[in-house]
């Protein structure tokens, strides 16, 4: 649907959980339909990856269906890992992606201002972004031009 042309126009994003294995096959798809998009005239898409917000569901469903393995995965340093791994492709992909970082984490964080490179960063190039009630601390030393001076949406 988003690649018909009268969509093209239409600001469209996704959302990316890293606690799943096919994360990354998932947003190498995703790329290259934005790039193809944007290619024929559309817009770019607006990427929030977060590390997953439904583990303990995912985990019972499966136990409950019987499932012989686990959709997502099963150990934080697996999704860690992968929420790095997909943020350093988003990163990448400027010419039809714009990415929105959604952590509460410090690390996270640190990791991706980093490898977006502070000495060139353009403002518009990402975003963090954080749950009402969660991380208002750690945003409170990024936001503003006294601070890393990144946006944050709430």
């Not at 607006?46 to 995912?58: F, H, I, Q, S």
């Not at 499932?67 to 999704?79: L, N």
């Not at 996270?108 to 954080?130: H, K, N, V, W």
């Amino acid at each position: 649907m988003l690649s018909e042309e009268e969509f093209h126009g239409l600001e469209a994003g996704i959302v990316l959980q890293a606690y799943l294995p096919d994360a990354l096959p998932a947003l190498e798809r995703l790329i290259g339909f934005a790039q193809r998009r944007q290619a024929a005239g559309g817009a770019g898409i607006k990427v929030r990856l977060v590390k997953g917000a439904y583990w303990d569901a995912e985990i019972k469903r499966a136990q409950v269906d019987g499932f012989a393995d686990f959709p997502v995965y099963t150990r934080k340093v697996h999704t860690d890992v992968a929420y790095i791994a997909c943020a350093r492709r988003l990163l990448a992909a400027p010419d039809a992606i714009f990415p929105q970082f959604a952590t509460h984490n410090a690390q996270t964080l640190a990791t991706i201002y980093m490898m977006a490179d502070p000495a060139s960063y353009i403002r518009g190039q990402y975003e963090f972004q954080c749950l009402h009630g969660m991380g208002e601390a750690l945003y409170e030393e990024v936001v503003g031009p006294e601070r890393l001076d990144r946006p944050c949406r709430i």
